[in-house]
C-alpha cells in the first residue's frame, strides 16, 4: 500500500467529523458535513491543487468505503425493531408501497424527458434512487421530540424500515437488469422474476432461519474467554450474509441489512452477563471509522464543474421537486388512531446515506462502456439528497410540534 494513503486518510477522517461537527452544531444531520468535506476534497483541482486525487480513486480507499457502508446497513438493520413494525404492518406497508411506487415512477418519467438519450436502466435507476428513505434521519428527529413511541412515529419508522427492504429488492433487480444486459442477456420477464425471487427468497430465508442460526452461534462462542467475542462473532455473521447475498446475485448491502434484521438482544445475553459491552457500543467505533470514509468518498466524486452546466441544474431541481412529491403522497394513505397525515409524508422525504448508497450503486455500473449515471447526473442526485435531508428536520419538527 502507498503509505500516502495513510496521510490522506488523515485529511478525510479529519474533514469528516470538523464537517460533520459544523453541521451538528447548526441542528443538521452530521452525514451531510461528511458529504460535504468529500465534495470539497473532490474539488480542489478547481483552486489548482491536485495533492488528493491519487487517493480518490484508489482502489484500497475504496474497500475501506464499501466496508463501511456494508457495517452501515447492519447497523441499520440491528436497529430496526420487527416486533414494532409487526404492530403497525399492516399501515406502514401501505404507506411504505405507496412511497416506492410513486416516486420511482415520477424518477423513470423524469429523467426520460429530461435525458432522451439515455437508455431506459438509467431512468429505472433514477426511480430507485428517489424511492428510497433514510430512517436514521427521519428516526433521530422523532427521538428528539420524544415522539418515536408515538402512532405517527411507529408508522413513519416501520414504513422507512419496509421502504428500505424494498428499495433494496428494488436496487437487486435493477442492478441485476443492467449486468445481464452489459453480458448481451436478452431481457425477459422470467429473468426479472428469477431476481425478485432471489431477493425476497433470500430475505424470507435470512428472516425465518436466522435468529435459530445466529442464538445458537452466539451461544457456543460464548464459552470462548478471549475478549471481543461479541463484536468478532457479530461481524462474521455480517460479513457472510454480504457475501452469501454478492452470491446469489444481489448487493452485499442486502445481506449486511438482513444479518442486522434478524439479530436480537436476547441472543447476546450470555455475552453481555460476562461483562461485554453492548453490540451497538462495540461496532460504534468501527463505524466512526469506516463509514464516513464512504461518504467522503461518496462527495470526492461529485464534479462542481457540472453545475456550471445549466442543465445539471435543471436536473438536480426537477429530481428535488419529484423526491418531495413523491412521497407526500404516503400522507393520502396513511390512517390509524393518533396518526398525523402531514407528518408522515414529511418523514418520509430524506434520502440520506440509502439515496446515497444507490446513487454510489448505479455509477459504479457499466453499461456499453459508460457509467449507468454519469458524472453530471451523479452530481445532481446528491444535491437532491442534500436538500431533502435538510428540508426534513425542520418541517417535521414544525408538524410534530403542531400535534398534542
Same mark, same amino acid.
Given at each position: 500500500?502507498?503509505?500516502?494513503?495513510?496521510?490522506?486518510?488523515?485529511?478525510?477522517?479529519?474533514?469528516?467529523?470538523?464537517?460533520?461537527?459544523?453541521?451538528?452544531?447548526?441542528?443538521?444531520?452530521?452525514?451531510?458535513?461528511?458529504?460535504?468535506?468529500?465534495?470539497?476534497?473532490?474539488?480542489?483541482?478547481?483552486?489548482?491543487?491536485?495533492?488528493?486525487?491519487?487517493?480518490?480513486?484508489?482502489?484500497?480507499?475504496?474497500?475501506?468505503?464499501?466496508?463501511?457502508?456494508?457495517?452501515?446497513?447492519?447497523?441499520?438493520?440491528?436497529?430496526?425493531?420487527?416486533?414494532?413494525?409487526?404492530?403497525?404492518?399492516?399501515?406502514?406497508?401501505?404507506?411504505?408501497?405507496?412511497?416506492?411506487?410513486?416516486?420511482?415512477?415520477?424518477?423513470?418519467?423524469?429523467?426520460?424527458?429530461?435525458?432522451?438519450?439515455?437508455?431506459? &436502466?438509467?431512468? #429505472?435507476?433514477?426511480?430507485?434512487?428517489?424511492?428510497?428513505?433514510?430512517?436514521?434521519?427521519?428516526?433521530?428527529?422523532?427521538?428528539?421530540?420524544?415522539?418515536?413511541?408515538?402512532?405517527?412515529?411507529?408508522?413513519?419508522?416501520?414504513?422507512?424500515?419496509?421502504?428500505?427492504?424494498?428499495?433494496?429488492?428494488?436496487?437487486?433487480?435493477?442492478?441485476?437488469?443492467?449486468?445481464?444486459?452489459?453480458?448481451?442477456?436478452?431481457?425477459?420477464?422470467?429473468?426479472?422474476?428469477?431476481?425478485?425471487?432471489?431477493?425476497?427468497?433470500?430475505?424470507?430465508?435470512?428472516?425465518?432461519?436466522?435468529?435459530?442460526?445466529?442464538?445458537?452461534?452466539?451461544?457456543?462462542?460464548?464459552?470462548?474467554?478471549? &475478549?471481543?467475542?461479541?463484536?468478532?462473532?457479530? #461481524?462474521?455473521?455480517?460479513?457472510?450474509?454480504?457475501?452469501?447475498? &454478492?452470491?446469489?446475485?444481489?448487493?452485499?448491502?442486502?445481506?449486511?441489512?438482513?444479518?442486522?434484521?434478524?439479530?436480537?438482544?436476547?441472543?447476546? &445475553?450470555?455475552?453481555?452477563?460476562?461483562?461485554?459491552?453492548?453490540?451497538?457500543?462495540?461496532?460504534?467505533?468501527?463505524?466512526?471509522?469506516?463509514?464516513?470514509?464512504?461518504?467522503? #468518498?461518496?462527495?470526492?466524486?461529485?464534479?462542481?464543474?457540472?453545475?456550471?452546466?445549466?442543465?445539471?441544474?435543471?436536473?438536480?431541481?426537477? #429530481?428535488?421537486?419529484?423526491?418531495?412529491?413523491?412521497?407526500?403522497?404516503?400522507?393520502?394513505?396513511?390512517?390509524?388512531?393518533?396518526?398525523?397525515?402531514?407528518?408522515?409524508?414529511?418523514?418520509?422525504?430524506?434520502?440520506?446515506?440509502?439515496?446515497?448508497?444507490?446513487?454510489?450503486?448505479?455509477?459504479?455500473?457499466?453499461?456499453?462502456?459508460?457509467?449507468?449515471?454519469?458524472?453530471?447526473?451523479?452530481?445532481?442526485?446528491?444535491?437532491?439528497?442534500?436538500?431533502?435531508?435538510?428540508?426534513?428536520?425542520?418541517?417535521?419538527?414544525?408538524?410534530?410540534?403542531?400535534?398534542?
Amino acid at each position: 500500500m502507498d503509505a500516502n494513503l495513510l496521510i490522506a486518510l488523515a485529511v478525510m477522517l479529519g474533514a469528516a467529523k470538523l464537517c460533520g461537527d459544523l453541521f451538528e452544531r447548526i441542528g443538521m444531520p452530521a452525514v451531510l458535513g461528511e458529504l460535504s468535506a468529500g465534495i470539497a476534497i473532490g474539488n480542489l483541482d478547481l483552486l489548482g491543487w491536485h495533492v488528493l486525487d491519487f487517493a480518490i480513486g484508489d482502489h484500497n480507499l475504496a474497500f475501506l468505503g464499501e466496508l463501511g457502508v456494508i457495517l452501515l446497513l447492519f447497523q441499520v438493520g440491528l436497529e430496526s425493531n420487527m416486533a414494532a413494525m409487526a404492530r403497525v404492518g399492516v399501515a406502514a406497508f401501505v404507506v411504505a408501497c405507496v412511497g416506492v411506487i410513486l416516486p420511482m415512477g415520477l424518477g423513470y418519467g423524469l429523467h426520460a424527458v429530461l435525458a432522451p438519450e439515455r437508455t431506459w &436502466h438509467a431512468h #429505472l435507476f433514477i426511480g430507485a434512487v428517489l424511492a428510497a428513505t433514510s430512517v436514521g434521519i427521519t428516526a433521530r428527529v422523532f427521538k428528539d421530540l420524544g415522539r418515536i413511541d408515538s402512532p405517527t412515529g411507529r408508522v413513519v419508522l416501520g414504513a422507512a424500515v419496509i421502504d428500505d427492504v424494498l428499495g433494496l429488492i428494488v436496487l437487486a433487480v435493477v442492478s441485476g437488469l443492467v449486468e445481464g444486459a452489459n453480458s448481451g442477456k436478452s431481457l425477459d420477464a422470467l429473468a426479472v422474476m428469477i431476481i425478485i425471487g432471489k431477493a425476497v427468497g433470500f430475505l424470507a430465508i435470512a428472516i425465518a432461519l436466522g435468529p435459530w442460526v445466529s442464538k445458537r452461534l452466539y451461544t457456543a462462542a460464548s464459552v470462548l474467554r478471549v &475478549h471481543g467475542v461479541l463484536l468478532a462473532t457479530s #461481524l462474521c455473521v455480517c460479513l457472510a450474509a454480504a457475501w452469501a447475498a &454478492h452470491a446469489v446475485g444481489l448487493a452485499p448491502i442486502v445481506g449486511a441489512f438482513a444479518a442486522g434484521l434478524v439479530l436480537d438482544e436476547v441472543m447476546f &445475553h450470555d455475552h453481555i452477563a460476562k461483562g461485554d459491552k453492548p453490540l451497538e457500543e462495540r461496532l460504534e467505533p468501527l463505524g466512526q471509522f469506516l463509514t464516513p470514509v464512504f461518504f467522503v #468518498l461518496t462527495g470526492a466524486h461529485v464534479d462542481l464543474g457540472a453545475f456550471g452546466n445549466t442543465d445539471a441544474l435543471a436536473m438536480a431541481g426537477a #429530481l428535488t421537486v419529484a423526491a418531495i412529491i413523491g412521497k407526500q403522497a404516503c400522507s393520502l394513505v396513511a390512517y390509524g388512531e393518533g396518526v398525523n397525515k402531514l407528518s408522515v409524508g414529511l418523514g418520509m422525504i430524506p434520502r440520506g446515506e440509502v439515496g446515497l448508497i444507490f446513487a454510489a450503486t448505479g455509477a459504479g455500473l457499466m453499461l456499453d462502456g459508460q457509467p449507468v449515471i454519469p458524472q453530471q447526473t451523479y452530481a445532481a442526485i446528491v444535491l437532491m439528497v442534500m436538500i431533502t435531508t435538510l428540508v426534513t428536520p425542520p418541517l417535521l419538527a414544525w408538524s410534530l410540534r403542531r400535534t398534542p
